[in-house]
């Protein structure tokens, strides 16, 4: 006897959740990112077939968890990007990222990001400056772009801006500090897919936790940590940063809520996920305020993907009882 | 209203399906022409038989012994002839040793008179229950006077009787709840007076409320200043009947890894192995009759049935009408413990609790797939083990290496195996790491 939950049912699901965002940042960036997302899905799919048509295993494109990859991929970099871009990610997220490794449930760290940290090491000038300007959907942005020389409108995002002039040149850019959380909330903000509407993803990662897909435990130690951290540190002064922004900026809620969360790369024991979501919250308000790059969930949530079984394998399920000490329990 | 106990850590909600049989009343099968008794009805060692070949034989005699080691005799279901000594199907042996008895359908049934108890010692009461063959019938097959003569080391000072029944589809237990409840009682004073206790809990799930209320019943008639027995509702979790998730959930005592219920000064006794007690000791009945729930959408007529030992599987079918097309499978036990058995050339013993027979929408057939790590398993599994790693150590090549995640502590519930999204089995992962991480 088996329950009604599966692979494919999971997997689908968190697809599912990532539609809304993706329908949003359409209509804020205009179509550019659904052919991004769509050319993204597509390598991604063709290349997990072709990976395991080649490795002489049985082909697993219907459970979803390539269409995942290649959503998420698509999420994490700048819509403004040639078509080559998504391609090439794909084939370093599926093929070396996650079949040379062993396939599904043995790819230690979590392709798409992994996609992504390839991209930005091999065409850094595309990955931080092709983005899109975004406008309100009231304007209908759907096809503004579309075919234009896409380096001319690009713009910093405010994660840059923040580390690279501070917090008087964001507010100069894009508005006083209590629109921007309004901003940001819903999306509208210059950044990736992923980073455009926090309510959206918020609302994905809650219905995932409600089915019970995912358990909160990765996302609010992630969270709590980047908002905590960057309180004490993010200021000019000590506990002046602001922890709100930092935590509706950057690609925060994504990470924490459809990355952090992935099954195969992240802990299972409770207490590990507990600590793993803090060390990725740690990492990534460390890589923010003294890395070189204004963003940083992505390299931390990939540091601590290895650390998962580490992490694992010091904390074990607690057991039913222990032996007694003529069983070779502890006396 | 009372509060419902529970286990706390890990367990499933498996969908009952007790709907097919729970309310059918418990219908007695025409004895076969031929009975099949396999020598090895319980935990320990076979039987020996004490009759030759074509020897005549009274319903109740003695037909087998222990010679050495932990057992208990064996009696003819039926009066008839001993036709042969040869090997029967066996759901987990595929073939055991077994004695075929041609039954003599002109010979009365025999009827059985009450006896006072009371005057009994604890020493006697203990011989008529070993005497009767009496052992576990709720599935676990353990000798029950040995369980009802814990190590002096050990004070006892709790009985529960385990009416849980937590595993789908199966009703016997409940019914026999309901019909026999007097004698369920009964038997457990019995069983107190034996262990030389008191304290007795009823553990019934809630899901089957008229249960509850028959024992209540039964315990009100039979209430004494000798003895406290409570009817104890649980919450409908599976493994809710196991016996060390029960004594958690009743007493709250935790019995350690590998050792006994009575290492925590409990002993737990099945409702319906407790009304074989009352029979072995008022009646002085052997045990060689079950109620066996038949069901699934792949029988034609669901059904209690309280059949000889060694009715064959094809006699059952035959009785109820045959098979549905759309069958697909047959399990000996419940839905996750049992066993699937591939003939229906093998015959009922004292362990059988049911068969079912399960048709194609009943059974999940999807193939397994590569573990995603998503950690469900880790908190279905109600003794805190780890299977997906015994599963991929297993897969690994490396099942030597598997006793770190407690698999000798798994009483293979098949939890871990009913939530795992990849389809995996669990369980028969499992079995293999215990076969090749003992040597």
Partial sequence: ?331 | MTTLLTFPKGGVHPPAAKEYTAHLATEAMPVPDELEIILGQHIGAPCTPTVSKRAEVEEGELIGEVKKGLGVPLHAPVAGTIKTFGTSGHPMRVSAPSITIRTDQAAPARTYEKKAWSQLDAKELLAKVHNAGIIGIGGAGFPSHVKLSPPPDNPIDTLILNGAECEPYITADHRQMLERSAEIVEGAKIILKILGITTCHIGIENNKPDAISAMNVAVANAASEEFTIKVQPLQVKYPQGSEKQLIQAVTGRKVPAFALPSAVGVVVHNVSTTAAIHDAVVLDKPLYEKVVTISGKGISRPANLRVKVGTKLSDIVDYLGGVTDDLAKIVMGGPMMGFAVSSLDIPVTKTTSSVLFLAEDEIDTSPHSQCIRCGWCLEACPMGLEPKEVAIHVEAGRPQDTKQFGVFECFECGCCAFVCPAKRPLVQFIRLAKMKAAG
């Avoid at chain 1, 850019?173 to 819903?186: E, I, M, Q, R, V």
């Avoid at chain 1, 219905?207 to 969270?223: A, D, E, G, Q, T």
């Avoid at chain 1, 890395?291 to 969930?297: K, R």
Wanted: hydrophobic share 50%.
């Fill in chain 1, 1 to 331: 006897m088996r329950s009604s939950e599966s692979v494919e049912k999971i997997m689908w699901s968190v697809v599912a959740c990532l539609v809304p965002p993706l329908i949003l940042s359409t209509f804020i960036f205009g179509i550019q990112t659904l052919i991004i997302t769509a050319v993204s899905v597509a390598s991604c799919v063709a290349v997990e077939a072709i990976s395991q048509k080649v490795m002489g295993r049985q082909v697993t494109v219907r459970d979803g968890s390539a269409v995942i990859t290649g959503m998420l991929l698509a999420f994490v970099i700048p819509p403004g990007v040639p078509y080559l871009l998504p391609v090439l990610g794909a084939v370093m997220a599926i093929y070396i990222g996650k079949h040379l490794l062993g396939g599904i449930g043995y790819n230690i760290f979590n392709p798409a990001l992994l996609g992504r940290a390839f991209l930005l090491a091999t065409f850094p000038v595309a990955m931080t400056s092709a983005w899109l300007p975004a406008t309100p959907p009231s304007e209908m942005a759907l096809f503004k772009y579309l075919g234009t020389d896409i380096d001319a409108v690009s713009t910093a995002t405010p994660l840059a801006l923040l580390k690279e002039q501070g917090m008087t040149a964001v507010n100069e850019t894009f508005g006083a500090t209590a629109n921007l959380y309004t901003d940001f909330f819903l999306g509208i903000r210059p950044g990736s897919i992923g980073e455009t509407s926090g309510l959206l993803i918020l609302l994905g990662g809650l219905y995932l936790l409600y089915r019970r897909y995912i358990s909160w435990h990765i996302p609010v130690s992630m969270l709590a940590t980047i908002g905590l951290l960057t309180w004490i540190f993010g200021g000019v002064t000590p506990f002046s940063g602001d922890p709100l922004l930092a935590i509706l900026s950057g690609g925060a809620l994504l990470g924490a809520f459809f990355m952090a969360t992935d099954y195969v790369s992240s802990p299972t024991n409770k207490k590990s996920q507990l600590i793993y979501g803090m060390g990725i919250g740690a990492l990534t308000v460390l890589i923010r305020l003294k890395g070189g790059y204004p963003e940083g969930v992505c390299y931390a949530i990939l540091l601590m993907n290895p650390i998962s079984s580490v992490l694992d394998s010091w904390f074990k399920p607690k057991r039913f009882a222990a032996p007694l000490p003529s069983q070779g329990g502890a006396k």
